[in-house]
Structure formats: C-alpha cells, structure tokens
C-alpha cells in the first residue's frame, strides 16, 4: 500500500489562535521526521507494515508458520486450496516484503503430497541453510494420520539428502500422529514434538538424525510418548536448554478442565527426576481450561509458557508462567509466576513468544474486539509486568478487516523487529489471504509519520476539538478502514475500526496536535490529517 494524503487543517467549523497557527507550522514543519516508539507499524515492510498476498493463483492461502534465514529473508510455510484438499506452500520473501524470486517458482514452492490431507505446522532453517518443515498427513492407508518431516534445499526443491527423498513419516502406534512443533539440536538431530491418538491421546517426541531416519540412542526407538492418565494429552512446543536436556508442553485433561502439562526428558529420552522430582509437572493457571501453544527456555535455565486461560465460557485471557529450573512456579514473576493479560476484550488468545536478548516476553496473540478476531502482540517486562515503552501500553492490537484475522506465529529479527504471519479472511468473496505484519521492537528515529498528498480526502471536524472528532470517509468502500492516531513525537496513541463513512471517534487524549491515519487495504489507499485538541 503507498501512503498517499494532503496535509491540511479544517478550520470552517472553528477560530484558530495565532499562537495555535504557530504552533500548528512548527509542527507541519518536523512531522515528518519522527521517533516512532515500540510496536510501531514498520513502513519499510510492504511500504505500511502490513503484506496481504494470494499465493500464486490460489484463492484460499494461509500462514501457518515462519523462520528467518540467515540474510534476513522470510520463509514461510503455509497451505493452498487446491479445489478438492490442502497443498503445503512455501514462500519466501525480502525484507522489504517482496517475494524473493530465486526460491522456488518466482517466490513459491507448492507441494503435494496427499489427496487426501496434508497440514504443517512449523517450520525451522538449518545452519547450512536447509528448511525443515513439519506436520501430518494422511497417507490413504488405513484412516491414520503420520508424523510428517520434509526437507528442502536453500533454493525449495526437496532434498533427497534426507530420508531418500526429502520426505520423512512416522507411524507411531497405527492411530493418527501429530508433529507440532520442531527443533534442531547444535549437533544437527532434529526434535519433533506433537501428540499421538485421535480420540486418545498422548504427548509424542521424536528425535531424527540429520539423515531423517530415527535416532535410536533416544529411549532406544527414537520415540517417547506419555499419558498423563487422561483422555486428552496433547504436546504442542518443544525447547532444548543448553546442556542437551528437552522440554515438551502442551495441554492435558485434569477429568473436569484443561491444565498445562510439562515433562523434562534428559538427552538420552529418559526423565530427567530434577525436575519436579520425576520430570513430569502439570500447573493451572485458571478455573477454566489452560492451554501452552508456546515455550522457550531462557540463558538461566528459566522456562517461560504461553497460551490462553479461559476464566469462563465467554472470558479467556492471554496466559504467561514462567518456571524456575526445578520446575516450581517462579514468584519473580509477577509476584506468583502467572500472569493473564486482558486486551480490553472478551476473549484473546496467546499463540507464540519470543524472548528477547535483553529478557523481555513478546506474545502474538488473537484478540475478538467486536466479534471479529485480529492480530495482537503483547511485552512484558522480564518480570512478567507489561512493558509500557510499548505500543499502548504494553500491547497493540492490529485489525486488518472484519471478517477475521487469524495470527499463527511470530519472528524476531536480529535488528529487534518483529512478523506476525496468519491469514485474512474476506467472506464477501469466499477467499483467504496469506498476511503478515511487522513491527518496531525498538524505538527509533527518523521514522516518518505516514504522510500522503491524496486529493480525495476524508473530513474530520472539530479541530481543535475536546474528547471527540467526526470523520467523514468520502469513498463509496470505506469497509476494511483501520484508524490510527499518532501523537507529536510518533507514538500510536489510540487505534479504531471505520464500520460506517460517518464515524464519530471518542478519545482522553492530552492536550496537543495529532495525526490521523487512515488505512485501506481494499482501496490500495491511504490517508492523513492532523488535528488538536484543546481543552479549556
């Protein structure tokens, strides 16, 4: 999308002082050259922060995953519609948001696999710059699903370095085999973690040499599995600490609700009793059902786990614990080691983390402000508090449409920036679209307010006004307009949904001058006013 807007000041409906006049030049005079705070849209990615692409010709394609190659591409792994069943899509793009057109086909790798399902659900890049990608499908034997593990060369043809043929599945036990989550080991084996058992099931881990056959010096198969004694044991992350030693985490049934569910396994498969005194852990974190969609060991051993806590049937909130290294809660932490992170909605959903090298948490999330889901990301301080330097305080929220937008995973950059990748679904036109945003992780200067010189502009009156302006939308489509208001130095103070051409915004905000940004996607267009508001 290309910034486009006309930088003028409605005064037919109010008296400008001449102070206020001065004031306003000075301002018009340096907005462009702003400092931008943390969780800032990055305007160096797809021109506004936001890509929203089809893949190829398929007009239902998805994110499901993303890893970051050591110039900083971004590859992502993702499914197509084929008319009759998923293909797997691999694309890889510039930093810019340009697709990299020396991978694949101009950009795009699409397989297929199975006739009948293939999912994937995470994807890692090898030191020598290999992709390992990682799911199920349904092979048409029996009713079963496989483990499924792929490998492709830099460029994204498959590599038949790799279990003969670059495609590596695991039956484990004749039921259906799910592979959630992937992790590469410094010694090149290669960790996947899911669950094993459709209508029963348990927590499944897998250890592949570089090969892709199993590894048998891990519990003597190359696979552990276990039960916590429920119905409903389903492992979703997989990390590894720095002396060899694996934690898988997921969710398991307690007979009434959901709880976390946390082994340690030693490097050999066996567990590890240190933790927890057996290596086997569960934790509640509400009432209701708690789910881990996300772990990541920190330098002290400490683990962090995210998910959703559902408080009731209609309340669920982004859920953080952080664990000390022999598996009790860590009361560092918060106070107690949990934290619940409420977004001003009903119902948010935690998906992914990050930790940052200087300890701080970032979650992608979900968040249903009006029924519609969208895009969100949280910080927390390393204490577990929110990190107020960023975006509204400590989390910004990112609506795309109102038909829904669904975040699956995040990246982060080595230059501290951060991509949420997903999909966007437009109802109107039965299509879903691959979608990524990326954000400022720091700070930073020289960052441009998003200016334009479009003619066709939207109305916004009073100026200066006290706690609300009127925004007239002179375009026929405004649907799928997100406002944003920038305060004086940069930051994104307030964010909102246009739902009619006639939207009357109501905001605290202290006294001063503002930029009102207006996005949309649909149109390929942009908009930017500016306003104050004063109060007596």
Not at 14 to 26: D, E, N, V
Not at 69 to 93: C, E, F, M, P, Q
Not at 221 to 247: E, K, P
């Amino acid at each position: 999308m290309k910034i486009n807007s006309a930088l003028k000041m409605d005064t037919s409906k109010s008296t400008i002082s001449l102070a206020s006049l001065i004031c306003i030049l000075i301002f018009l005079g340096f907005s462009s050259n702003c400092k931008a705070q943390a969780g800032s849209l990055d305007s160096t990615f797809s021109d506004d922060g936001i890509l929203i692409d089809e893949i190829g010709s398929y007009t239902i394609s998805q994110a499901i995953d993303i890893a970051l190659s050591a110039d900083g591409k971004l590859v992502i792994v993702g499914h197509v519609w084929n008319g009759s069943t998923n293909d797997i899509a691999v694309t890889r793009y510039n930093s810019d948001g340009t697709l990299d057109t020396s991978f694949g086909d101009d950009g795009i790798k699409v397989f297929v696999l199975s006739s009948i399902l293939s999912i994937m659900s995470d994807i890692q890049i090898q030191a020598d710059g290999k992709i390992l990608i990682a799911g199920f499908m349904d092979l048409g034997v029996g009713d079963a699903l496989d483990m499924t593990i792929i490998r492709l060369n830099a460029d994204g043809n498959l590599d038949s370095s790799f279990s003969n043929d670059g495609i590596q599945t695991i039956d484990i036990n004749g039921d259906a085999d799910y592979v959630i989550s992937l992790k590469i080991q410094p010694d090149g084996k290669i960790l996947a973690a899911g669950f094993t058992g459709l209508t029963e099931s348990d927590f499944a881990l897998i250890r592949l040499l570089p090969n892709g056959n199993l590894d048998s010096s891990f519990n003597g198969t190359g696979i552990v599995t276990y039960n916590f004694g429920s119905s409903y044991d389903r492992g979703y992350a997989v990390d590894l600490m720095s002396d060899g030693r694996i934690i898988l985490a997921g969710s398991m049934s307690n007979g009434l609700s959901e709880d976390l569910g946390i082994i340690r396994y030693n490097s050999n498969g066996t567990f590890d009793n240190t933790f927890s005194d057996d290596g086997i852990s569960t934790l509640t974190l509400s009432s209701g059902n708690d789910n881990c969609f996300g772990l990541s060991i920190q330098p002290d051993g400490k683990m962090v786990l995210i998910g959703t806590a559902y408080l009731t049937s209609s309340t669920n909130q982004i859920a953080a614990a952080r664990l000390n290294i022999d598996g009790s809660l860590d009361n560092t932490f918060s106070d107690d080691g949990i934290q619940l992170v409420d977004l001003g909605n009903n119902s948010d959903w935690g998906l992914d983390l990050v930790i940052q090298p200087n300890g701080q948490i970032l979650i992608a999330g979900m968040t249903a402000p009006q029924g519609y889901t969208d895009f969100s990301l949280v910080r927390l301080q390393s204490n577990g508090s929110l990190d107020n330097s960023f975006g509204i305080g400590g989390f910004v929220t990112t609506p795309l449409n109102t038909d829904g937008d669904s975040p699956a995973a995040m990246a982060l950059q080595n230059d501290g920036k951060v991509i949420l990748v997903g999909q966007v679904s437009y109802e109107s036109v039965d299509a879903v679209k691959l979608a990524a945003v990326r954000y400022l992780g720091n700070s930073e200067s020289n960052v441009s307010i998003p200016n334009s010189n479009e003619v066709i502009e939207p109305i916004i009156y009073p100026s200066p006004c006290q706690d609300q302006i009127t925004i007239k939308l002179n375009e026929t489509n405004y649907t799928n307009s997100i406002i944003y208001i920038y305060n004086s130095i940069g930051q994104i103070v307030m964010q909102n949904q246009i739902s009619t051409n006639e939207t009357i915004l109501k905001f605290d905000l202290p006294n001063g001058f503002y930029t009102l940004i207006i996005l949309n996607d649909e149109m390929k267009k942009k908009y930017s006013r500016k306003f104050e508001v004063f109060r007596n």
